[in-house]
């Protein structure tokens, strides 16, 4: 079974210039997850899909990123204009159903994101 | 303060060492996750437990629902077992450890 695929591996960029994320999740799982994890912290949920709706977006930087997941498959996450401190690594994760219920995300590889 | 605190956050071992890493927590959960992290970044998922004890190879993860509190332990640690451990919960929404680095040394 193919994993959770994420691209690029690698970005970087200067400030205030836009990037973004690609994600495709394990297929049939209908809960996508895009986390940001700052160097030597946890992972920090942005936004959370169910099919092509959003879940759980409160911690999300509205005036920056943006996300969508039009066909409720795969998903975009933008960030636009950058800043210094989205130097981060951006996981992409998915669930069978619903991320409040019993149940075991997988993660992508990540994207490394540095912002000069 | 965090949701979910865990300790230590370094750890040092020599190859062989028996290793715990704890998980403290303050949310009604569903379940608990235990994830590994290499250096590239990806992540594994190792358990997700909501009671009781699992065991996988040489790894066992227990968790305390009334205490609030797991625990992932190696047996025979070796050096390719250096990684973040992450804990995590399902509460209304996840919460994430900052995690334990892990060192064995061989």
């Known amino acids: 079974e193919a994993g959770v695929a994420q691209s690029p591996r690698y970005k970087i960029i200067e400030k205030r210039q836009s990037v973004a994320f690609w994600c495709n999740p394990i297929?049939?799982?209908?809960?996508l997850y895009w986390y940001q994890q700052i160097l030597g912290q946890g992972p920090k949920l942005l936004i959370q899909f169910q099919n092509n709706g959003v879940v759980d977006d409160s911690q999300l930087p509205k005036d920056r990123f943006s996300a969508e997941r039009l066909k409720g498959v795969d998903s975009t996450l933008k960030i636009q204009p950058a800043k210094l401190e989205d130097s981060a690594v951006y996981l992409c994760a998915s669930s069978l159903d619903s991320g409040r219920a019993y149940n075991e995300q997988f993660f992508g590889p990540g994207t490394r994101l540095t912002v000069l | 303060k965090n949701e979910v605190e865990q300790s230590p956050q370094n750890l040092t071992a020599q190859e062989g060492e028996f290793i715990t890493i704890n998980c403290s927590y303050s949310?009604?959960?569903?379940?608990l996750h235990w994830l590994q992290q290499h250096p590239g970044g990806g992540i594994v998922s190792l358990f997700m437990l909501s009671s009781g004890k699992k065991k996988h190879g040489r790894l066992i993860a227990t968790i305390n629902i009334q205490e609030k509190h797991s625990s992932l332990h190696i047996t025979a640690s070796h050096p390719r077992d250096s990684a973040v451990y992450i804990c995590a919960v399902n509460g209304n929404q996840f919460y994430f450890g900052t995690g334990t680095s892990l060192t064995v040394i061989p």
């Open positions: 949310v009604g959960i569903s379940a």
């Open positions: 297929s049939g799982h209908a809960t």
